[in-house]
């Protein structure tokens, strides 16, 4: 079945630092990516995403480009702020298989220090 | 503006009662969601419905129930059947191949 495995937290940055969050995926058929941000106490917003392979995925400086070639779909900004401190959430749709539900990686924790 | 509206926000249930969970939205959706949110364990999906009056299991729906009388309308119920209900419940709406809309959550805990 479908399946998402993203880089283990939680992660503790310096402001102006730069982020990577490793996200890799299973899927039967040809999935959409996702990556969604979750603050404290707060429903999921959807941060980027990607429809097809080599697709670019960017907002509030966050980029993620499709890589069908390693299954992957990393999360990279080049200059973190406080205010980026939540959990992230690497996400597929998958058109060849569970294409009703999004698949969640675990999460992980982005903790910005000023 | 358009949303999803989870209520109550924070849910108190005692042993053996059952209780149950808004979800509402106003965005026209057809497709919605009731997903689970452990420390540590991402979403799991418990139920989805697609269509007015028809719902699907989903991964972990033992315990749970829906209903979908109303288009705008998800409502979930936790059983007494369900043993550990203590988490994190988010509510969410899709239309086509936009992107999903999530909730603000309910937090339930068991006392």
């Known amino acids: 079945g479908d399946s998402v495995t993203q880089m283990e937290g939680p992660v503790t940055l310096s402001e102006e630092a730069f982020l990577t969050i490793n996200c890799t995926y299973t899927a039967t058929g040809y999935p959409s990516l996702f990556w969604y941000v979750q603050y404290p106490g707060e429903g999921l917003q959807l941060l980027l995403k990607?429809?097809?392979?080599?697709d670019k995925g960017s907002n509030k400086g966050f980029e993620a480009t499709y890589r069908k070639e390693t299954t992957s779909f990393h999360l990279e900004k080049g200059s973190v702020q406080v205010s980026d401190s939540a959990v992230y959430f690497c996400a597929l749709t998958d058109s060849g298989g569970s294409n009703y539900k999004l698949t969640f990686g675990k999460g992980t924790l982005l903790t910005v220090n000023p | 503006d358009g949303g999803i509206t989870q209520s109550p926000k924070y849910l108190f249930r005692k042993e053996g009662q059952n209780v149950t969970l808004s979800c509402e939205q106003n965005l026209n959706h057809d497709a919605m969601y009731w997903y689970r949110q452990d420390p540590g364990q991402g979403l799991r999906l418990i139920y989805y419905s697609q269509i007015v009056n028809d719902f699907q299991k989903g991964d972990i729906a033992e315990g749970y129930s829906v209903s979908r009388e109303k288009k705008e309308s998800f409502p979930l119920t936790v059983t007494s059947a369900q043993k550990n209900p203590t988490a994190f419940y988010l509510c969410?709406?899709?239309?086509?191949?936009?992107?999903?809309?999530f909730g603000s959550g309910t937090r339930l805990t068991v006392v």
């Open positions: 990607a429809t097809k392979a080599d």
């Open positions: 969410a709406s899709k239309e086509g191949n936009y992107g999903y809309t």
